[in-house]
């Protein structure tokens, strides 16, 4: 089992950042990839951006894109997820994941967090 835990939320102004936190524990071994996903109230959980530890590579959302650095620690099995320039259309909750490789779809990871929520006034 694997457990992933979020920190970090919190309300911001417009144009303002927030720095997002996931701490993994248990059994990760084959687990290669994190992302983060989102989720607003009628809404879709949808993908906001990912990375594979081996192969280093990153991807974000359209959407959000040139607003987000995604960094993590292997060793440590942290990810975080640093987001600029917020606007109200960003408040949702945001889940970190995990699986064993880099996607943007739901079905591909195995665990998932609680979530934190973010909300933008406006």
């Known amino acids: 089992q694997v457990l992933l835990l979020e920190s970090g939320g919190g309300l911001v102004q417009a144009g303002g950042s927030l720095r997002l936190s996931c701490s993994a524990s248990g059994r990760t071994l084959s687990m290669y990839a994190m992302a983060w996903f989102r989720q607003a109230p009628g809404k879709e959980r949808e993908f906001v951006a990912s990375i594979h530890w081996n192969a280093g590579v990153r991807n974000y959302a359209d959407s959000m894109k040139g607003r987000l650095t995604i960094s993590g620690d292997n060793g440590k099995n942290m990810v975080y997820l640093q987001m600029n320039s917020l606007e109200p259309e960003d408040t949702a909750v945001y889940y970190c994941?995990?699986?064993?490789?880099?996607?943007?779809?739901?079905?591909?990871?195995?665990?998932w967090g609680q979530g934190t929520q973010v909300t933008v006034s406006s």
């Open positions: 994941a995990m699986g064993p490789r880099s996607s943007r779809s739901t079905q591909d990871y195995s665990y």
